[in-house]
T-cell receptor, first 111, second 110 residues
């Protein structure tokens, strides 16, 4: 079956612009996660959805970051007024019971 | 949060060699996963192994939950095994945020 998909695969933006990143989880997976990976670093948790609610959003680094999930399916991560330190690969994962499956990521470059 | 430490940080092998990667964690966990991040950045699931031993081809993993560590064994390594190996855990549930280690960078030379 289809895995987790993310779009766009690459995004280049100018400092100060807003960006939206999209994640389509595996069909039927109720849990959805966003992580961030800076160059050469490990993965940094951002937010966890169970259905449409977000029981853990403790990883969002600032109020410029927000995420929503509609219909227990697609999720969008929005970064407002992007900064150069936001440059990273943004990874989405989904799970049903325990194993998290990751998408290919969106590489965000802020100039 | 929970601390996850992986060792060694870097490992260089000749094709055909065996290796053991270690993951220590600071608290009891209900979910432990091993991932391989290939050179293109894709995270590939290797094992879900909160306890016990599993094998999949040349790879096997063992988690001793009571002693808070997990081991990943790679036998007869191949150049395609190169990449970063991550251990990640969830505390308190099987669902929830994964806490990642910093990874082991494996390079396999032909």
């Amino acid at each position: 079956g289809a895995g987790v998909s993310q779009s766009p695969s690459n995004k280049v933006t100018e400092k100060g612009k807003d960006v939206e990143l999209r994640c389509d989880p595996i069909s039927g997976h109720t849990a959805l996660y966003w992580y961030r990976q800076r160059l050469g670093q490990g993965l940094e948790f951002l937010i966890y959805f169970q259905g449409n609610s977000a029981p853990d959003k403790s990883g969002l680094p600032s109020d410029r970051f927000s995420a929503e999930r509609t219909g227990e399916s697609v999720s969008t991560l929005t970064i407002q007024r992007t900064q150069q330190e936001d440059s990273a690969v943004y990874l989405c994962a989904s799970s049903l019971v325990n194993t998290q499956y990751f998408g290919p990521g969106t590489r965000l470059t802020v100039l | 949060g929970i601390q996850v430490e992986q060792s060694p940080p870097d490992l260089i092998l000749q094709e055909g060699a065996n290796s053991t990667l270690r993951c220590n964690f600071s608290d009891s966990v209900n979910n432990l996963q091993w991932f391989h991040q290939n050179p293109w950045g894709q995270l590939i699931n290797l094992f879900y192994i909160p306890s016990g031993t599993k094998q999949n081809g040349r790879l096997s993993a063992t988690t001793v939950a009571t002693e808070r560590y997990s081991l990943l064994y790679i036998s007869s390594s191949q150049t395609t095994d190169s990449g970063v190996y991550f251990c990640a855990v969830v505390r308190g549930s099987t669902l929830g945020r994964l806490y990642f280690g910093r990874g082991t960078q494996l390079t396999v030379w032909p």
